[in-house]
């Protein structure tokens, strides 16, 4: 009598456990919504601190209120010496904003610390539209990197 009732109290905690866990994994979207992929700044010559800087923009998208996003970059060095045209780069430090919350009047960018090249992910919980920009050193944009909706595909999404 006392095995059966211990199962029932085992199978009712794991279940409990089981759809806390899945309500917990619908609120946070492991996927970026968008992705730079590593971007290459140039750079003034003999030196290696960029002459440009990336720029995010995030608003909702049409509709949506109530948004939650969040922006991780990395900031890559150059390894080794090129090679035949190739470079290899490493990490040299990393970062994530604070989860933001924003409204539908609402808009967060992040302009990334400078490094020789970069790479931003955007997350978020709902629809969003992601501007990203390459910017000079007086703050004129000199290309957009690219511009959309979140439920297009934007940049290099990856999981």
């Not at 957009?144 to 990856?158: K, Q, V």
């Amino acid at each position: 009598m006392k095995r059966p009732i211990t199962f029932t109290l085992m199978l009712s905690l794991l279940l409990a456990l089981t759809s806390s866990a899945s309500g917990v994994k619908a609120q946070v979207r492991r996927k970026p919504v968008a992705d730079t992929g590593a971007i290459l700044l140039s750079t003034d010559s003999g030196s290696t601190f960029p002459m440009q800087k990336v720029r995010i923009t995030v608003a909702p998208g049409p509709g949506v209120d109530n948004v939650t996003v969040r922006f991780e970059w990395m900031n890559y060095m150059p390894a080794a010496v090129c090679s035949g045209g190739v470079c290899r780069h490493t990490v040299a430090s990393q970062g994530a904003s604070a989860p933001i919350t924003l409204g539908a009047g609402d808009a967060a960018s992040l302009d990334v610390p400078p490094s020789p090249a970069v790479r931003v992910m955007v997350f978020a919980n709902r629809d969003v539209q992601v501007q990203g920009e390459i910017l000079d050193s007086q703050g004129n944009v000199v290309t957009t990197l690219f511009a959309g909706s979140s439920t297009d595909t934007i940049g290099n999404p990856s999981g």
